[in-house]
């Protein structure tokens, strides 16, 4: 998986995207804060020398000279670490206490706090060891001396480097977390879409049979791949079926065509009577018209398997059908000296489609009519039983070994018992189709002796 | 009769012409949609024959065209799309009888006679006959000779038919559709055990039959053979 095609995945654009917006709104927010830090820092320094100068001067004043160098040595003492310092001058501008060695030369005595720079040789003690801007205030007490007291930024300094720190880290945070995160959705993404686009290629190389894996995720692209091998299920059976119908055209329709054509050539080698070639020819379309129905019967029950049946489908009064097709045939089973017998329920309905019901229904009788000896007994039974309706067609005829169910159902399979009789052996294959298609089950069972075809519409059909 | 043949495949439209011709019609051909719509609204045919597939203009636009243009001449569609729901399109654009390629010569011709009987019997009859058989329309009573025959409903319905095409062929197919309203192929042949059960209550017991059989064809009911 190269970086440029991970780089270009919607995932990682989607995260960078976002890592960026984000990255600003956090500036701008770390931002405002640490401005809004400093100058409340700012302002507690300022307001905290203020307040600090008027209790010395109330001090000075109410207590005297002495308590007020004393108050300011013991405050200097504690304040060894909190870095605040002060100048305590006589009216002749000589030391009489503090922590720094001399007036700082910029600072005027305003009541005001001014960041004034002080080498940090002038402070004794060593309170600083870097040169540094001191907010300062200075004021002239009542006799004429003067006291300055200074903060050091230092503390202030630390916390806005903290803050700044903070901004620098959580930005950075920020956007690895969102590179990552786009790292992983990314390959994760690519590893889904290379699972299809892998199996899109084995297709197209002519493997049909490959399907897209289907994780336990259940997630939008397991709905994907699920659809995608419906689709592809769907397009291999339409191709398999294809694919039998040409095979069926091309080994089983060669034969009759063939015979057909030596019929005609043999008849051409000598003179005959008009009266034979009409009955030559007659026997020709009649082998043309079987060859025809062989074809449309292939295509039918292609169509019908594929499902691509687009004809009519309705409520079919499967009764009334079989009532109708049952009076059809019950001439040809007399006329074989046979019985026909009807137990059909009546008002039976089933989903579906008319024509291919009779069809295969009339497929199924003409099967046992015609492999049923004088004397025998069909029976054409429908009924139903609980959801589903039954329809069974039982004669008592030779049957089928139960070795072969699986093998009638074949495009042109017969069995050698039935090789003498006329019929394409497509038969049962089409009424399979028409089974499948209206979703019903069809199974045979041994009528001991002769055969029973079982067609169970479950209540899915209806 | 006048019948015009609109259908492109020249190789089917050849022996379509020829057989008709034989057969003692008098045919025209058009070998597109446009010269067809042309011919059959300037000419007086008594059946067009119309495939579904036709350059210039499809044949069910032309079939709506013609219906729309009040032109009630019998239409027989062809067409090589096998499927129910293309048979219910054809017969719903206003085509009065459809047939699915490939279909046997004698099919069509037998369709192109019911055709005409179809458009030209529109007068209601109370009672339809042949030599002396004859069938009541309002109380179903079948009488050869003066003689009752006792017909059950199916073997009624099969006699009405071929009655109201008395003269003509018609086919086996067309007798699965009309009479018993099923589209498929028997694969033995159901009709013709119908059929002579009938032939033994309307002709064995009189000298002359009425109902007979044409080898590969069908069969037709007249007084003569």
Same mark, same amino acid.
């Given at each position: 998986?190269?970086?440029?095609?991970?780089?270009?995945?919607?995932?990682?654009?989607?995260?960078?995207?976002?890592?960026?917006?984000?990255?600003?709104?956090?500036?701008?927010?770390?931002?405002?804060?640490? &401005?809004?830090?400093?100058?409340?820092?700012?302002?507690?320094?300022?307001?905290?020398?203020?307040?600090?100068?008027?209790?010395?001067?109330?001090? @000075?004043?109410?207590?005297?000279?002495?308590?007020? %160098?004393?108050?300011?040595?013991?405050?200097?003492?504690?304040?060894?670490?909190?870095?605040?310092?002060?100048?305590?001058?006589?009216?002749?501008?000589? !030391?009489?206490?503090?922590?720094?060695?001399?007036?700082?030369?910029?600072?005027?005595?305003? $009541?005001?706090?001014?960041?004034?720079?002080?080498?940090?040789?002038?402070?004794?003690?060593?309170?600083?060891?870097?040169?540094?801007? &001191?907010?300062?205030?200075?004021?002239?007490?009542?006799?004429?001396?003067?006291?300055?007291?200074?903060?050091?930024?230092?503390?202030?300094?630390?916390?806005?480097?903290? %803050?700044?720190?903070?901004?620098?880290?959580?930005?950075?945070?920020?956007?690895?977390?969102?590179?990552?995160?786009?790292?992983?959705?990314?390959?994760?993404?690519?590893?889904?879409?290379?699972?299809?686009?892998?199996? *899109?290629?084995?297709?197209?190389?002519?493997?049909?049979?490959?399907?897209?894996?289907?994780?336990?995720?259940?997630?939008?692209?397991?709905?994907?791949?699920?659809?995608?091998?419906?689709?592809? $299920?769907?397009?291999?059976?339409?191709?398999?079926?294809?694919?039998?119908?040409?095979?069926?055209?091309?080994?089983?329709?060669?034969?009759?065509?063939?015979?057909?054509?030596?019929?005609?050539?043999?008849?051409?080698?000598?003179?005959?009577?008009?009266?034979?070639?009409?009955?030559?020819?007659?026997?020709? %379309?009649? @082998?043309?018209?079987?060859?025809?129905?062989?074809?449309?019967?292939?295509?039918?029950?292609?169509?019908?398997?594929?499902?691509?049946?687009?004809?009519?489908?309705?409520?079919?009064?499967?009764?009334?059908?079989?009532?109708?097709?049952?009076?059809?045939?019950?001439?040809?089973?007399?006329?074989?000296?046979?019985?026909?017998?009807?137990?059909?329920? $009546?008002?039976?309905?089933?989903?579906?489609?008319?024509?291919?019901?009779?069809?295969?229904?009339?497929?199924?009788?003409?099967?046992?009519?015609?492999?049923?000896?004088?004397?025998?007994?069909?029976?054409?039974?429908?009924?139903?039983?609980?959801?589903?309706?039954?329809?069974?067609?039982?004669?008592?005829?030779?049957?089928?070994?139960?070795? !072969?169910?699986?093998?009638?159902?074949?495009?042109?399979?017969?069995?050698?018992?039935?090789?003498?009789?006329?019929? =394409?052996?497509?038969?049962?294959?089409?009424?399979?189709?028409?089974?499948?298609?209206?979703?019903?089950?069809?199974?045979?069972?041994?009528?001991?002796?002769?055969?029973?075809?079982?067609?169970?519409?479950?209540?899915?059909?209806? | 009769?006048?019948?015009?043949?609109?259908?492109?495949?020249?190789?089917?439209?050849?022996?379509?012409?020829?057989?008709?011709?034989?057969?003692?019609? =008098?045919?025209?051909?058009?070998?597109?949609?446009?010269?067809? #719509?042309?011919?059959?609204?300037?000419?007086?045919?008594?059946?067009?024959?119309?495939?579904?597939?036709?350059?210039?203009?499809?044949?069910?636009?032309?079939?709506?065209?013609?219906?729309?243009?009040?032109?009630?001449?019998?239409?027989?569609?062809?067409?090589?799309?096998?499927?129910?729901?293309?048979?219910?399109?054809?017969?719903?654009?206003?085509?009065?009888?459809?047939?699915?390629?490939?279909?046997?010569?004698?099919?069509?011709? *037998?369709?192109?006679?019911?055709?005409?009987?179809?458009?030209?019997?529109?007068?209601?009859?109370?009672?339809?006959?042949?030599?002396? #058989?004859?069938?009541?329309?309002?109380?179903? !009573?079948?009488?050869?000779?003066?003689?009752?025959?006792?017909? /059950?409903?199916?073997?009624?319905?099969?006699?009405?038919?071929?009655?109201?095409?008395?003269?003509?062929?018609?086919?086996?197919?067309?007798?699965?559709? /009309?009479? &018993?309203?099923?589209?498929? @192929?028997?694969?033995? =042949?159901?009709?013709?055990?119908?059929?002579?059960?009938?032939?033994?209550?309307?002709?064995?017991?009189?000298?002359?039959?009425?109902?007979?059989?044409?080898?590969?064809?069908?069969?037709?009911? @007249?007084?003569?053979?």
């Amino acid at each position: 998986m190269n970086l440029g095609r991970l780089l270009n995945t919607s995932a990682m654009r989607i995260a960078l995207r976002y890592a960026a917006i984000y990255a600003i709104l956090m500036i701008l927010g770390l931002s405002t804060l640490y &401005w809004a830090s400093s100058q409340y820092i700012d302002e507690q320094i300022t307001t905290g020398l203020k307040q600090k100068m008027l209790d010395l001067i109330h001090i @000075d004043q109410a207590q005297g000279r002495k308590s007020l %160098i004393q108050t300011l040595n013991a405050q200097s003492a504690i304040n060894k670490q909190s870095r605040s310092i002060f100048l305590l001058l006589n009216s002749s501008h000589k !030391k009489i206490a503090g922590d720094l060695e001399a007036w700082p030369s910029k600072l005027d005595v305003t $009541n005001r706090v001014v960041n004034v720079w002080i080498d940090s040789q002038l402070i004794s003690n060593s309170k600083m060891d870097q040169d540094a801007y &001191w907010p300062m205030i200075a004021e002239t007490l009542a006799d004429g001396s003067q006291l300055l007291l200074a903060q050091s930024l230092k503390q202030a300094e630390e916390l806005q480097e903290q %803050i700044l720190y903070s901004i620098i880290s959580i930005f950075l945070l920020s956007v690895g977390l969102a590179l990552t995160m786009g790292w992983i959705i990314g390959r994760t993404l690519l590893a889904r879409i290379d699972n299809i686009n892998s199996t *899109a290629k084995a297709i197209t190389s002519g493997n049909l049979s490959h399907r897209i894996p289907i994780t336990e995720k259940n997630d939008e692209f397991d709905e994907l791949a699920k659809y995608l091998n419906t689709m592809l $299920n769907r397009i291999e059976q339409l191709l398999t079926g294809m694919r039998q119908v040409t095979d069926n055209i091309a080994h089983d329709l060669r034969k009759p065509l063939s015979r057909l054509r030596n019929r005609l050539e043999i008849t051409l080698l000598e003179e005959r009577e008009s009266q034979e070639y009409q009955q030559i020819l007659t026997e020709t %379309i009649n @082998d043309a018209d079987e060859l025809i129905i062989t074809f449309n019967t292939l295509l039918e029950i292609a169509q019908t398997e594929a499902e691509s049946f687009r004809g009519e489908w309705e409520s079919v009064d499967l009764s009334k059908l079989l009532q109708q097709l049952g009076e059809l045939y019950q001439e040809l089973a007399n006329s074989k000296k046979q019985t026909l017998k009807l137990t059909v329920q $009546n008002g039976l309905k089933v989903t579906g489609n008319r024509h291919l019901l009779a069809q295969a229904v009339s497929n199924l009788l003409d099967n046992a009519i015609k492999y049923t000896p004088a004397n025998g007994q069909i029976i054409l039974a429908a009924k139903q039983q609980q959801k589903n309706i039954t329809l069974k067609v039982s004669d008592n005829g030779v049957g089928i070994p139960t070795d !072969k169910y699986k093998l009638v159902l074949e495009r042109f399979f017969r069995l050698d018992s039935a090789r003498s009789m006329p019929g =394409n052996g497509l038969g049962l294959s089409l009424v399979k189709a028409v089974a499948d298609l209206h979703r019903a089950k069809l199974s045979f069972e041994d009528n001991q002796p002769g055969l029973t075809v079982v067609i169970i519409f479950t209540k899915l059909n209806n | 009769m006048r019948i015009l043949l609109i259908e492109d495949d020249q190789q089917a439209a050849t022996y379509i012409v020829k057989g008709l011709t034989e057969s003692g019609h =008098n045919v025209d051909h058009a070998a597109d949609g446009q010269l067809g #719509l042309d011919l059959a609204l300037a000419e007086n045919y008594d059946v067009l024959v119309i495939d579904r597939m036709l350059p210039k203009r499809d044949g069910l636009s032309l079939i709506r065209m013609l219906r729309a243009d009040g032109d009630k001449t019998p239409i027989l569609v062809l067409s090589a799309l096998a499927e129910v729901d293309d048979r219910i399109e054809g017969l719903r654009s206003g085509g009065d009888d459809y047939l699915v390629k490939p279909y046997a010569f004698s099919e069509l011709l *037998a369709r192109v006679d019911a055709l005409t009987r179809r458009y030209t019997e529109t007068v209601s009859l109370t009672a339809l006959k042949v030599a002396d #058989l004859e069938l009541n329309l309002l109380t179903h !009573k079948v009488t050869r000779a003066g003689c009752l025959i006792r017909l /059950q409903p199916m073997e009624l319905r099969l006699l009405e038919f071929l009655l109201r095409h008395v003269g003509q062929v018609v086919t086996r197919t067309m007798l699965l559709e /009309q009479v &018993w309203d099923l589209h498929f @192929d028997p694969q033995t =042949n159901v009709i013709d055990t119908q059929i002579s059960r009938l032939r033994s209550k309307i002709d064995r017991d009189f000298d002359r039959p009425l109902l007979h059989t044409l080898r590969g064809v069908g069969y037709k009911l @007249d007084e003569f053979r």
